[in-house]
């Protein structure tokens, strides 16, 4: 056998996989855990106007339900539980000091279920924002820790609650950096950023490095009260 003969007999390499052919997740049910707080609830204003169908989810059932009331599109409420059973994707807006506290009682209920973490551990002093380093790494990882059957993500880290919830606002200039162990989820949460006009789904690694991006958070803080500004990011070149 020639050369020529045993190249031709290896098996065409498959062509790279386009990393902007995303998933079709319109059809998909999105809940929103802490859905009455300023960024859970901007979140769930700009997936429900582009017409995602949103449950946001609060220890309350009667807050969460004036929350979707106020919203419209048609936003349900519910208790946290409840949100996250009827969700496919569960987004974790809740302030970092319950954050443990509440995805723990979730566990069984979130079970399955791909989890996207949008906390940010921070502090604040006469100095402005720093970050804060979770035992486990970061808020992402936390949950990972404390939902092993559930499928974690890191995403919406960098956004305005003020933006989100301006109706005034017909797109937000932003993209949104993803983190996940498996692609496919990472995808899945990519395309759900790209239902919101404006933004963009960039994946940015595995949930190890999360803690950067949720740190960075306290740099756009102090970005926005230099500049007067509600600035996010841009990733160029891709």
Not at 132 to 137: D, I, N
Request: glycine fraction near 10%; proline fraction near 5%; hydrophobic fraction near 45%.
């Amino acid at each position: 056998m020639t050369s020529t003969d045993s190249a031709a007999q290896k098996p065409a390499k498959a062509p790279a996989k386009d990393p902007w052919d995303l998933p079709d997740v319109s059809g998909l049910v999105v809940g929103v855990l802490g859905g009455t707080g300023p960024q859970g609830k901007g979140l769930a204003y700009r997936l429900a106007r582009a017409g995602q169908k949103v449950i946001i989810g609060s220890r309350a059932t009667e807050r969460a339900q004036a929350a979707a009331e106020e919203l419209g599109y048609g936003v349900e409420g519910a208790d946290n539980a409840e949100c996250a059973r009827r969700s496919d994707i569960v987004i974790v807006a809740v302030p970092w000091e319950g954050h443990g506290k509440t995805i723990e009682s979730l566990r069984e209920v979130l079970a399955g279920k791909l989890v996207v973490d949008c906390v940010n551990p921070l502090g604040f002093d006469k100095k402005g924002a720093y970050a804060l380093k979770p035992e486990e790494g970061s808020a992402a990882e936390q949950a990972a820790a404390l939902l092993p059957d559930a499928r974690v993500t890191a995403a919406f880290h960098h956004l305005s609650a003020v933006l989100l919830q301006d109706p005034e606002i017909e797109e937000i200039d932003t993209d949104v950096m993803v983190l996940g162990e498996e692609r496919a989820d990472v995808e899945i949460v990519q395309a759900l950023a790209g239902r919101i006009p404006g933004m963009r789904g960039i994946f940015a690694g595995r949930l190890r490095g999360a803690h950067q991006v949720e740190s960075l958070v306290a740099n756009l803080i102090s970005v926005n009260r230099r500049y007067k500004a509600h600035a996010g990011l841009r990733v160029t070149d891709v």
